[in-house]
């Protein structure tokens, strides 16, 4: 991993950090699956790295202007994708992003995708990676109304400690919680 690390920072391309992206999830997905959990053997997924390996997609960046409170990044986005006055066309996505100024690893963090680029509310500047899913927003006011009145307070909809994302790894992701292009 440090290899790989030391390389990006000398040479810091798309291609270096969609590959470290790449390598970190199917690192933490092999790690997952070389154990044998009972519980979870007829589970579809056994981690959200594996959901996110399976229905992600790269989104290159757009604009980035922090609007919104810091480390809130999918209350941000929310608020964006659900408020009227906003356009048409916004859509949520969560996944993982890297940045090499403000960490060294993929975090989980959400933004939000317009005409196919990253609008980005949370952080001062685009990462140089976002990969993630891209989430039907019907979809995603359903989910969180749910969330809400289950006394589930988990803003993200990939978290361990919410039953949703229990759910999505047990059954899959439904096709109706994705954007189909």
Known sequence: MFKILSAIRKQPTTVNYQQLMIEFLTG??????????????????????????EHGQFIKGGQAQQIGIPQQCYENCLSIIFAPENPEGLIYCEGLALSDTT?????????IMFDNEV???????????????????????????????????????????SPLTISLLKYGLPNEAKIID
Not at 30 to 40: C, I, L
Not at 103 to 111: E, G, T
Not at 140 to 150: C, D, I, P, R, Y
């Open 28 to 53: 933490i997905v092999e790690g997952v699956r070389a154990e044998p959990d009972p519980f979870k053997q007829d589970w579809q997924y056994w981690c959200i790295e594996e959901i996110l390996l």
């Open 103 to 111: 960490n060294l690893y993929p975090i989980q963090h959400a933004w």
């Open 119 to 161: 609008i980005e509310p949370t952080w001062n500047e685009l990462s140089p990676c976002y990969f993630g899913i891209p989430f039907n927003q019907q979809w995603v006011m359903e989910k969180t109304e749910e969330k809400l009145e289950s006394g589930d307070n988990i803003t993200s909809l990939l978290n361990y400690q």
